[in-house]
């Protein structure tokens, strides 16, 4: 069959083929069915999920799989519709409809088998092709090879099940990870054939990258829709994806004004070590104070106490300081989740109010967050919605704060019964996009998303538009590419990649476990990678006594004086950059591929990135290395520091700390800008 197109599908083409058929979008196979090679699977599973903190152990048992060989395709009026069967004699089917709408490819399924709960769908693939995606990935940028289960979570300590690190989480806290585990799951994938494939599901999914003929979609019920568009170039790609999910607002102004200081321990102790930084020359745009609301100690480390008020126990006068600190030019962010520790009056409050989340046995349910239980804003029930915007409102926002950590997300349990009736399997990788609306809406019901930023860990689809600024979650102190330094670069690249081009890390790590401990070489390598980023935050740690901190020495506050500095003469170039994401989605953070789109090399460098279209940056994450090893795209680049020019290829050069290896285009119209780095005083 090659029927006529109408006008709302150029560019879509199916093809019956002998005993099956063949979808084509823009010239770019898409689907290829055949009875001897069917592209849709379709059974029943029972799975086995059981979490503890926040981390997931997850069997599945496939009691049935089978393909639906039989098709039959007819031509609709809006574009084509496929049933499809398990043999012709067989009187259940399942129905596709092809169409294009506004641009997009979408394959919407019929729910006449839904008591079938497992779902597989092969997409055509070729031999070299190279996939990137599938929310924010830690340990991969190219997702070729490898399969990707996709459910929120802690990524886990170590990431590498081979490392022993993550051993030692495995054995003491059920919280070792593997390469796929992210705070930040998608169900989204770039091709490098063109193209962007997006499933419309929240349920379990699990996306297969390892065959050379196609890719598998397994998800745990048949999705409503799926949705393909094509682009000529990766930017082209992203630009329209972020258009279908939304796009970050741009930072607020003040951003771009100095570092922002993890701090913590009281009033008292907080303005001392702001005096001693701005007296060491490091530029403070702002401190982020996560016990502003008390703190409890745990065999973990120091936590916080999760009730969302001032404490003025801990912190006498905060409210006029934070006044004084902002007339200063230093704005104050604290820290937030959307959960409330038991039998304080935040939990008090919405117990009364039925604003919980409820267990099977319609209590309350209650988490463990390590030694410490907490009831959960049940963000389904409009009711508890509005009431913890009410919260953010009253004692973040009117209290004076200009920012927070908008921690969590990751851990609704899935035996949880919600207001909204539907499966916590189902709303599990929902809730992280809840949460951040929650946020958002707050921020703009307030008039402040020009003023007040956010940052967020956890996601899903529908986090773009309302997560303002990600970072990389709770890396652990140490060199290690999985879980610590190098980690954060492909988390950047394949969140850009997906929609959320604001990215951030701890600077230093966060987890101090099994004997890992942040040295002054790690510290200070994290901190120039940082300087070229959109962000540069702090932090003390889980365990601040085990890890080197800013102001531990007069060399170490130096070089934070110099990177800030450094930082700070970038605003003009990085704040166009944020512009170009609220305005085209594409990310301020590159894969080299986005701007080197006929280099095959760039395709799979993941520890090497573009900052703008520009800047070339390639972080020292190796310890005791004081040259580096570089790739550079066919290009006329000048070495940031020493002023020597390259036309391309792989090069190395000397990277003493201080001086991160990072390369600008010499045709740049931000050349004198760059160059100015090189001439401070």
């Known amino acids: 069959m090659n029927g006529t197109l109408s006008e709302t599908n150029i560019g879509l083409h199916v093809e019956e083929l002998e005993q099956g058929f063949q979808v084509s979008l823009d010239g770019r ?37 089978f393909g639906l060989r039989y098709s039959n395709v007819s031509q609709a009026e809006q574009g084509y519709r496929i049933e499809m069967k398990r043999s012709a004699q067989d009187e259940e089917a399942l129905h596709l409809s092809f169409e294009v709408e506004k641009g997009k490819l979408v394959l919407h399924f019929s729910n ?50 081979r490392t022993y690190t993550t051993w030692q989480a495995d054995v003491h806290d059920k919280a070792g990870g593997d390469y796929y585990h992210t705070n930040y799951p998608l169900p989204t994938f770039i091709s490098s054939r063109g193209y962007y494939c997006h499933v419309n599901t929240s349920a379990y999914a699990d996306f297969d990258f390892r065959k050379s003929s196609f890719h598998e979609l397994h998800i745990w019920e048949i999705p409503t829709s799926i949705q393909i568009e094509t682009g000529e170039t990766y930017k082209e790609i992203v630009s329209k994806l972020t258009s279908q999910f939304g796009r970050q607002h741009a930072l607020p102004e003040w951003t771009y004004d100095g570092i922002w200081l993890g701090l913590q321990g009281g009033t008292e102790t907080v303005q001392k070590k702001i005096d001693a930084a701005r007296d060491s020359g490091i530029k403070v745009g702002a401190v982020w104070v996560q016990d502003w609301q008390g703190k409890r100690v745990t065999s973990f480390g120091r936590r916080l106490n999760w009730n969302w008020k001032w404490d003025p126990k801990e912190y006498p006068g905060l409210d006029e300081k934070i006044k004084e600190w902002k007339r200063e030019g230093i704005r104050f962010l604290g820290y937030i989740n959307p959960y409330v520790v038991v039998d304080d009056s935040l939990y008090n409050e919405a117990k009364e109010k039925n604003l919980l989340v409820l267990n099977q046995e319609d209590e309350t349910y209650l988490v463990d967050f390590g030694e410490f239980d907490c009831g959960i804003v049940d963000l389904t029930n409009d009711k508890a919605f509005s009431w913890y915007k009410d919260v953010i409102k009253t004692n973040l926002i009117d209290f004076g704060l200009d920012g927070w950590m908008a921690d969590f997300g990751e851990y609704l349990p899935i035996d949880a019964k919600l207001h909204n009736g539907i499966s916590a399997k189902v709303m599990h990788n929902a809730w992280p996009a809840l949460w951040a609306r929650v946020n958002y809406e707050a921020v703009k019901d307030a008039g402040k998303l020009d003023d007040i930023i956010y940052f967020m860990r956890a996601g899903y689809t529908g986090s773009q538009q309302y997560a303002r600024l990600l ?35 701890d600077i230093g790590g966060y987890t101090s476990l099994h004997g890992n401990k942040r040295t002054k070489e790690l510290l200070l390598r994290w901190l120039e990678m940082a300087t070229f980023t959109p962000v540069m935050r702090s932090h003390e740690g889980n365990r601040p006594t085990d890890s080197y901190q800013y102001d531990h020495d007069e060399e170490t506050m130096k070089r934070f004086a110099d990177m800030t500095d450094i930082h700070c003469t970038l605003a003009p170039y990085l704040r166009e950059l944020v512009e170009e994401n609220a305005q085209t989605g594409v990310p301020v953070q590159r894969p080299l591929f986005m701007e080197y789109e006929t280099d095959v090399h760039a395709l799979n460098i993941q520890y090497e990135y573009m900052l703008g279209s520009d800047l070339l940056v390639a972080p020292v994450y190796e310890q005791g290395r004081t040259t580096w090893d570089v790739y550079l795209p066919e290009d006329e680049w000048i070495h940031l520091w020493s002023g020597q020019e390259f036309s391309g290829g792989s090069v190395t050069v000397d990277a003493p700390i201080g001086e991160p290896p990072v390369f600008y285009r010499k045709q740049s119209k931000h050349k004198q800008l760059f160059e100015s780095i090189n001439n401070r005083p």
């Not at 059974?43 to 009691?63: A, L, P, S, W």
């Not at 979650?473 to 959320?500: E, F, H, K, R, Y």
């Open 471 to 505: 970072w990389a979650g709770d890396q652990s102190v140490d060199w290690s590419l999985d879980d610590g330094i190098a980690s954060v670069i492909p988390a950047a690249l394949s969140a850009g990649m997906t929609g959320n081009g604001l990215h951030h890390s």
């Open 29 to 65: 196979v898409i689907l290829r069915h055949t009875s001897g090679n069917p592209c849709l699977f379709i059974g029943r599973g029972e799975e086995k999920m059981d979490m503890y903190r926040g981390n997931f152990d997850i069997e599945d048992y496939v009691e049935e799989r």
């Open 112 to 161: 006449e088998l839904n008591h079938y709960n497992r779902f597989w769908l092969r997409l055509h693939a070729e031999d070299s092709e190279y996939v990137y995606g599938c929310g924010e990935q830690m340990s991969h940028l190219n997702l070729r090879g490898k399969h990707f289960p996709l459910w929120t979570s802690e990524p886990g300590v170590g990431r590498n099940k």
